[in-house]
């Protein structure tokens, strides 16, 4: 599913490491040839918004290149349950 930046909850964003190499290499592929993986999110209860669970990295540099949508797949599970599977 398509969603716009206004709908993602981007509450993990400090936890996560920084790495400016595999940004730009990631900025350059997304300019190239676009998203090619979707981001994982999960739905926030009674609201047309998500919580970004994977796909950081991905979001940051499609705002960069100005995109209005990211590429998404919503996990039908909780939140918390989601964050165990990722990490």
Known sequence: M??????LELRYDRLRIARPDHERRLLSSLAEVGQQVPIVVVKQDGDEHFVVIDGYKQVRSLRRLGRDT??????????????????
């Open 2 to 7: 398509e969603l716009e930046f206004h709908q």
């Open 70 to 87: 990211v590429g998404s797949f919503c996990w039908e599970c909780g939140e918390a349950e989601a964050l165990v599977v990722v990490n």
